[in-house]
């Protein structure tokens, strides 16, 4: 049994629902999922608490992905605040800095990570973090606004070692999706497998990224089997204590109980 975590179900992406999508994933040995609510409203951050109140194997992570920095005015973050403050978000994300598509300035971009990152503090919750392209940006910001307080989890890591190191210092956990079992992932499955067994977690981000041999493909939390037994191989481990190791990591992180 092993957790994702990190997807995305919003009705947007998946039209069979959100409980379908579940099905299929409980059906091929995922125990439970933390359901990021991001999006250009605050419909998605909706969502997931409700599904999160709703189902006892969801737990939501909300805030405000830096594609969507530039939308996020005082009346959004206000209600992000009271959302986030919920037993059911475990964590703040997923919050950071993606200067690939840039569709938010940098600026924008950076100021609601900071504000967010203060929210995270203030409520003693945990950080997820996206970070594309501002490997530096991304770290600094992380230090000098007292991230380590909460500490947190660096998603979909597609980053090398030295950025590991900082981001293990922080006191933020990997946590690898479908790219690390593409072929050209190479300094990805390096820091897979050397990382700390304890510092690891593995998620689908889906309905993007799908393992192999799914690439291509919508991605759905039941290929997360795919992308466990991928990490597993990579450092010599069977499959089973993977699994294992990785869903209590991802538990003791987000203070989920078994
Ligand atoms: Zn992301
Ligand atoms: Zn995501």
């Keep these: 049994m092993v957790i994702d ?34 999006g250009k409203d605050l419909a998605p951050a909706r969502f997931a608490v409700e599904l999160a109140a709703r189902r006892a194997d969801v737990h939501a992570a909300i805030g405000v992905h830096p594609h969507d920095a530039a939308l996020a005015d005082e009346a959004a973050l206000a209600e992000i605040e009271a959302l986030a403050a919920r037993p059911e ?25 900071r504000d967010l990152i203060g929210l995270a503090r203030r409520l003693g919750k945990p950080i997820v973090v996206h970070t594309r392209e501002a490997a ?47 072929r050209n992932a ?20 889906s309905p993007y990224l799908a393992p192999i041999p799914f690439r291509g493909k919508r991605c ?20 089973e204590a993977l699994a294992q190791r990785t869903a209590e990591n991802t538990r003791r992180r987000l203070r989920i109980p078994a």
């Design 5 to 38: 975590s990190h997807c995305h179900l919003d009705p947007g992406y998946f039209q069979e629902g959100a409980d379908a999508v579940i099905d299929r994933a409980r059906a091929a040995g995922v125990e439970a999922f933390v359901v990021i609510g991001v």
């Design 89 to 113: 978000v475990v964590a703040v994300g997923e919050i950071g800095l993606d200067y690939h598509y840039m569709h938010s300035a940098r600026d924008a971009q950076q100021g609601v990570f």
């Design 136 to 182: 530096e940006d991304t770290l600094a910001i992380l230090e000098r606004e007292g991230a380590r307080e909460v500490g947190g989890i660096i998603h979909c890591f597609s980053e090398d070692r030295a950025f590991a190191e900082r981001a293990l210092a922080l006191d933020f956990d990997l946590s690898f999706s479908g790219i690390v079992t593409f």
């Design 186 to 205: 190479r300094a990805i499955q390096e820091v897979a497998a050397w990382a700390p067994g304890d510092r690891i977690l593995v998620e689908t981000d």
């Design 220 to 239: 759905e939390p039941a290929h997360l089997l795919h992308t466990a037994r991928h990490v597993a191989a990579l450092r010599g481990e069977p499959f």
